[in-house]
């Protein structure tokens, strides 16, 4: 079972998104207990607030153009 650690900063989004498509796939495990569930499932909900955090971080990065031509943070 994959575990969240501390150091999530080194992992990429895709990464990321595998982990949590390995997790996904547990879940669906009928084999797996109702205590292992629940903790994939909360590892999940915090990898997923991992990637939700570090698109929010890249989205404020982004520059766009605006009506003058210059740029502007999106």
């Not at 895709?14 to 629940?38: H, K, P, R, T, Y």
Request: aromatic share 6%; charged share 35%.
């Amino acid at each position: 079972m994959s575990k969240v650690n501390d150091k999530q900063e080194e992992k990429t989004l895709e990464e990321a998104f595998g982990e949590l498509n390995g997790m996904i796939e547990q879940l669906e495990d009928s084999q797996v207990s109702l205590e292992n569930s629940f903790q994939i499932y909360q590892e999940g909900m915090k990898l997923l607030k991992y990637c939700n955090d570090k698109i929010d971080t890249v989205e404020k990065k982004m520059l766009v153009i605006n009506e003058d031509g210059g740029l502007d943070e999106f």
